[in-house]
């Protein structure tokens, strides 16, 4: 049977300055509806080329990215725009927040983005922004401008949360109360929920972890069950 998730054999090379550079080389992985899934790997070794393949923003050189029974990797670059619009929300290292607005008005930009939404209010209540939903991005501490973004991507409902270094520009704990609202969210609303970091010593926390290494998945690991982030300490 199909994963819901499916990353087969995908290769991605970029030509520079007459260079050709093996972002990745046949790497395979699949993930589960629902799943956390956790992917780890030193520097240059291939994540972010591979989530941005999987999120719509770049295209595979070879290979086959099918998600929830569509192959994405043969859509045209129309199919792509909406893809990227309607399934897939990402968050990033920096939140990208528009400035110039609240941060309710920030996830109900997103929200418009589908008729069937999650109402923009509550959602930031989910992600504990209750009490400042009316300031704008500079008004809030790091870790607040990333729960905003988190409840921006999942105002739309996704099909995939894909997150790129989350908390690379946070502190510790803050970062783990990310770490731990992501997780819940994965629980409570059912996001398939994929996180790309350094630090191996968040693998527990995942359902799935997928190990990347040269531009390969070299290992790919199934915790039974997964530890809750608080009881983590790296
Ligand atoms: N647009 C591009 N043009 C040329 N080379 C690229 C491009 N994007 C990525 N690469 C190269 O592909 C390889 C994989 O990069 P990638 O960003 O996917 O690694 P990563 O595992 O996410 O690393 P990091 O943890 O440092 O972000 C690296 O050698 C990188 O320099």
């Known amino acids: ?9 995908v290769g991605k090379q ?13 790497a395979s992985f699949s993930v589960e509806k629902g799943e956390l899934a956790v992917i780890l790997g030193a520097s240059g070794a291939g994540k972010t080329t591979a989530l941005n393949i999987l999120g719509g923003m770049d295209t595979a050189t070879s290979g086959e990215v099918v998600v929830d029974g569509e192959v994405v990797s043969r ?16 968050v990033f290292q920096f939140y ?22 999650l109402d923009a209010s509550e959602t930031l209540d989910k992600v504990g922004l ?19 973004s988190i409840a ?13 270094e989350p908390t ?15 997780q819940d969210m994965c629980r409570r609303e059912k996001i398939t929920v994929l996180i790309i970091t350094h630090n191996s010593a968040l693998a527990p926390m995942a ?14 690991v199934h915790n039974e069950q997964p530890t809750p982030v608080e009881q983590i300490e790296w």
């Not at 049977?1 to 054999?9: K, S, T």
């Not at 300031?135 to 870790?143: I, M, Y």
């Open 1 to 9: 049977m199909m994963a819901y998730i499916e990353f087969n054999q």
């Open 207 to 220: 359902d799935k972890v997928i190990h990347f290494k040269n531009g390969q998945v070299v290992k790919m």
């Open 168 to 182: 690379g520009a946070l502190d510790y704990n803050t970062g783990k109360q990310i770490l731990q609202l992501l």
């Open 96 to 117: 990208n927040l528009v400035p110039n607005l609240t941060a309710l008005e920030n996830v109900e930009l997103a929200a418009q983005i589908r008729q069937d939404s």
């Open 152 to 164: 921006r991507a999942i105002a739309k409902k996704p099909k995939l949360l894909l997150c790129d």
């Open 75 to 90: 859509y045209s670059d129309k199919q792509l725009v909406g893809y990227r619009r309607t399934d897939i929300g990402f």
């Open 130 to 148: 209750s009490e400042r939903k009316n300031n704008f991005p500079a008004q809030l501490s790091g870790g607040e401008q990333q729960r905003v």
């Open 14 to 26: 970029y030509a520079s300055e007459g260079v050709v550079i093996r972002a990745l080389e046949n």
